[in-house]
């Protein structure tokens, strides 16, 4: 079944320690997304990618870091410069940019002691 | 700033009854309107879009646009316990995905 995969689903994390959330996915899509999602709050876009190597900073993007070496992969690390990283993490994808529907995975929950 | 505002509810619909969901928006040269489906601690999922003024209908699911008031509403015909989710809306002020500006969710409860 194709989909996107997002793992750990839950993860702790200490105070000043870097963490990378894996995203993959098998639907051969060409955009990715990594959205930061808070109580109250609407979806905040984090990174995005159209294609293989290349990704943009969406409205947060201080304090997290992605890459995109391969067209199935796009891991998020999420440093120790971000100063709230407490949050549900969640990666989409698209077949393309344009505006079309978004599938998300399962989503990983981070959790910072 | 551009916003998409919903009210946070809970909503509380009895069951085969309409539930009617609503969203505001700011930026007047919005292009496209999606309505996701998030159950408690899953992922959104996409259950209705509308890019033109007027209703659209999918089902028990009607989206209904007013471009000239700026907001955009989700009903939901004959409602089950099963459509309690919180219902996210998301706007796009431009023509790509990475433009999307999405609401808070309202949370609908579905009253068996």
């Known amino acids: 079944d194709g989909g996107i995969t997002q793992s750990p689903k839950y993860l702790f994390r200490k105070e000043g320690q870097n963490v990378t959330l894996s995203c993959e996915q098998n639907l051969n899509h060409d955009a990715m997304y990594w959205y930061r999602q808070d109580p109250g709050q609407g979806l905040r876009l984090i990174y995005y990618s159209q294609i293989v190597n290349d990704f943009q900073k969406g409205d947060i993007a201080e304090g997290y870091s992605v890459s995109r070496e391969k067209k199935e992969s796009f891991p998020l690390t999420v440093t120790s410069a971000q100063k709230n990283p407490t949050a549900f993490y969640l990666c989409?994808?698209?077949?393309?940019?344009?505006?079309?529907?978004?599938?998300f995975g399962e989503g990983s929950r981070l959790t910072v002691l | 700033q551009k916003e998409v505002e919903q009210n946070s509810g809970p909503l509380s619909v009895p069951e085969g009854a309409i539930a009617s969901l609503n969203c505001t928006y700011s930026d007047r040269g919005s292009q496209s309107f999606f309505w996701y489906r998030q159950y408690s601690g899953k992922s959104p999922e996409l259950i209705m879009f509308?890019?033109s003024n007027g209703d659209k209908e999918d089902g028990r699911f009607t989206a209904q646009l007013n471009k000239a008031s700026q907001y955009v509403s989700l009903l939901i015909r004959d409602s089950q316990p099963s459509d309690s989710a919180t219902y996210l809306c998301a706007v796009n002020i431009g023509d790509s995905n990475y433009q999307l500006i999405w609401g808070a969710g309202t949370k609908l409860i579905i009253k068996p």
């Open positions: 989409a994808s698209s077949i393309r940019t344009v505006t079309g529907e978004l599938f």
């Open positions: 509308i890019y």
